[in-house]
């Protein structure tokens, strides 16, 4: 029998624009850690979505895989960060089944351009034919994929560069993105600010690619797990957020409860003290 996908983020962000005085910014976390059970717990949550990265994690293709399984049980959306715009990897990706990608370091228009082209079969693109053989179609068991495919992939973009953000107008023209992703780290450090996330400089570049994103009715979403700047982009207009991370709430966790249980000094007697 047919069997359906899910709608994509693409949907979920429409959906979200016009709920009136509902609307509210799709909140989501990284997955970091390559973990399906970690994916899972995190896919029963009540986010929004959730981000599967595979440029600074050790995430692999087989570990995409098995979290997609993982998460596709639970009403969240699931999207996936490959390493770099590679043509090749983004075929991969796509087959093994994510709907929604975002490639890093996109600083100019033709490299939208680019992208637009590798997640589409011909003629629009040049993305490779293998739905028969990949869960992307369910092995063919998605009606019509072929000629629909373009319904199933939304395709967003991160700006993370000063360059990006020069560029910012003409990468929103590009015909073919759903959206675009700030990233204050690399932004920072591009800007020679390594590690300042939150200086002045750099939110007011974020704010200028959201300001910019609005004005052409494009969904922008930005990396903040600061609570305070979070809440200040979403003023400023974001209409997506990723607000933690698997690896950073159990770092930060472990650590409370080292902090909470394991001795600091001790008094005069040898006995330890907490």
């Known amino acids: 029998m047919p069997l359906p996908l899910k709608e994509t983020f693409r949907e979920d962000l429409t959906a979200q624009q016009s709920a009136g005085e509902s609307r509210r910014p799709l909140a989501g976390m990284w997955l970091c850690s390559g973990s399906p059970l970690v994916a899972e717990i995190a896919a029963g949550s009540g986010l929004d979505w959730l981000l599967l990265d595979m440029e600074h994690s050790p995430v692999t293709l087989d570990a995409v895989l098995t979290q997609l399984q993982a998460i596709a049980a639970y009403p969240i959306t699931p999207m996936v960060r490959i390493p770099v715009g590679d043509a090749v990897i983004i075929k991969q990706v796509l087959d ?6 975002l490639v890093p370091m996109v600083s100019t228009a033709e490299q939208a351009r680019e992208m637009v082209e590798a997640v589409h079969y011909p003629p629009r693109g040049r993305r490779g034919v293998g739905s028969a053989l990949s869960r992307s179609a369910r092995w063919n068991r998605v009606e019509g994929y072929l000629g629909d495919a373009a319904q199933h992939v939304a395709l967003f973009v991160q700006i993370e560069s000063a360059e990006a953000v020069e560029n910012i107008e003409e990468i929103l023209a590009v015909d073919g993105i759903d959206g675009i992703f700030v990233g204050p780290s690399d932004l920072s450090a591009s800007m020679g600010l390594l590690g300042q996330q939150s200086h002045p400089d750099v939110v007011a570049a974020v704010r200028h690619c959201v300001a910019a994103a609005r004005s052409a009715g494009v969904p922008v979403g930005v990396n903040a797990f600061d609570p305070d700047v979070a809440r200040g ?15 950073s709430l159990l770092a930060r966790g472990s650590e409370k409860l080292a902090a909470a249980w394991v001795p600091t000094e001790a008094d005069e007697s040898g006995r330890a003290s907490y």
């Open 96 to 101: 093994l089944g994510a709907q929604n990608l």
């Open 233 to 247: 982009y979403v003023e400023d207009g974001a209409d997506f957020l990723l607000v933690g991370a698997d690896v």
